[in-house]
């Protein structure tokens, strides 16, 4: 059984920083692309950044471009999400996605971190 286990959110203030974690298990994760998607309030799901099985090659949204970065440690089965210079607009509840298609929000998810920016 996939299992994702997102933490690290919380309240930040605009321009502020978070490191987002998943933590996976029930599946190779080494062998997979994953991926973040958030949902804003009052809003379907959206995609934010996505990368390879190695790490080696990472997508992102024109809206998180240079301010997010999407990393993993395939060795402890976890996928990471660097958020800086957060944007009241970034708020939402941020899951990560057992899919490497770039661009997609379906797949396998975790419960989600909320991340509220807020001054």
């Known amino acids: 059984e996939v299992q994702l286990v997102e933490s690290g959110g919380g309240l930040v203030q605009p321009g502020g920083s978070l490191r987002l974690s998943c933590v996976a298990s029930?599946?190779?994760?080494?062998?997979?692309?994953m991926t973040w998607v958030r949902q804003v309030l009052g809003k379907g799901l959206e995609w934010v950044s996505t990368?390879?099985?190695?790490?080696?090659?990472?997508y992102y949204a024109d809206s998180v471009k240079v301010r997010f970065t999407i990393s993993r440690d395939n060795a402890k089965n976890t996928l990471y999400l660097q958020l800086s210079s957060l944007k009241t607009e970034d708020t939402g509840m941020y899951y990560c996605?057992?899919?490497?298609?770039?661009?997609?929000?379906?797949?396998?998810r975790g419960q989600g971190t909320q991340v509220t920016v807020s001054s």
């Open positions: 029930g599946f190779t994760f080494s062998d997979y692309g």
């Open positions: 990368i390879d099985y190695t790490g080696g090659r990472t």
């Open positions: 996605v057992k899919t490497g298609a770039v661009g997609t929000t379906s797949g396998d």
